[in-house]
């Protein structure tokens, strides 16, 4: 692995196919309270094999990185926006470490690649926001338990693969401010676990229509579907809460 301090953000070219960053990049305030010092940030890791490089607007940049790491800006504390390029499947805060560090999502790119578990990945960073536009690639993920639990801030989700998610448990459990949930995104998945996936939420209307009717065109059986907060879905909604049931599923909402 080689560190760098000089350079910038340009230090570590960014990928770019058709116009689109494949790059990871996000903004970290490294004065929040976390484990590392407050002119640091320390990137967790979830399960994978990683081989990737840093680059940062503070000057900072690293390649060749295998493990967690703990990025040192020499400018001192602040916030500061990082670019994440190469094999990265995944972070995972499990409700500890830097949680409250991390500010914005702001380009998927290769985040997730590879990964076949995103399980308490962004647990507890109740100051993220999910800024990305790009299509998450999650397409090889099968556990999606609690990745976005207590992610308070975040009011929007943006269209993300689940078409091999089998566990959502908890997924968005008291992301109190969610309120938009985009349709299809659950169309082609297998999963059947969305135990309190979208408890303590704040969904509109149509965003919780987007989930039941999307949970519902996937097809599957007997599963489980738990949702609180926010605004009671319409007669599509219902509808598609009717078909779910009728296929034995356990569908409870309430607001």
């Given amino acids: 692995m080689k560190l760098s301090l000089g350079?910038?953000?340009s230090s570590v070219s960014r990928?770019?196919?058709d116009g689109v960053s494949l790059a990871f990049e996000f903004s970290v305030k490294t004065d929040n309270t976390g484990t590392s010092n407050n002119?640091?940030?320390?990137?967790?890791?979830?399960?994978?094999?990683?081989n990737y490089d840093i680059s940062t607007d503070g000057g900072y940049s690293a390649t060749g990185v295998t493990g967690a790491h703990t990025i040192t800006f020499s400018s001192g504390a602040g916030t500061y926006n990082v670019v994440i390029t190469g094999t990265f499947p995944g972070m995972k805060f499990s409700n500890g470490g830097d949680k409250l560090k991390i500010l914005t999502i702001d380009n998927f790119g290769i985040y997730g690649v590879g990964s076949t578990s995103q399980r308490f990945a962004f647990?507890?960073?109740s100051n993220l926001v999910v800024n990305a536009t790009d299509t998450g690639d999650f397409s090889q993920v099968s556990n999606f338990q609690r990745a976005f639990r207590a992610c308070s801030s975040i009011t929007t989700i943006p269209s993300l693969d689940f078409s091999s998610a089998t566990n959502c448990q908890e997924l968005f459990f008291v992301a109190s401010n969610l309120t938009t949930f985009p349709a299809n995104l659950f169309d082609n998945s297998p999963a059947i676990n969305y135990?309190?996936?979208f408890a303590n939420t704040n969904l509109t209307e149509q965003s919780i229509d987007n989930i039941?009717?999307?949970?519902d065109t996937a097809g599957g059986t007997s599963?489980?579907?738990?949702?609180?907060?926010?605004?009671?879905?319409?007669?599509t909604g219902i509808a598609a809460k009717d078909s779910l049931v009728a296929k034995g599923w356990t569908?409870?909402?309430t607001v």
């Fill in 195 to 197: 135990t309190n996936a």
């Fill in 212 to 215: 039941l009717v999307s949970i």
């Fill in 15 to 17: 990928t770019v196919i």
């Fill in 123 to 125: 647990t507890g960073c």
């Fill in 39 to 50: 002119d640091q940030f320390t990137i967790p890791i979830n399960a994978g094999t990683f």
């Fill in 223 to 235: 599963g489980t579907f738990k949702q609180s907060g926010g605004s009671p879905p319409s007669a």
């Fill in 7 to 9: 350079g910038g953000i």
């Fill in 251 to 253: 569908v409870v909402y």
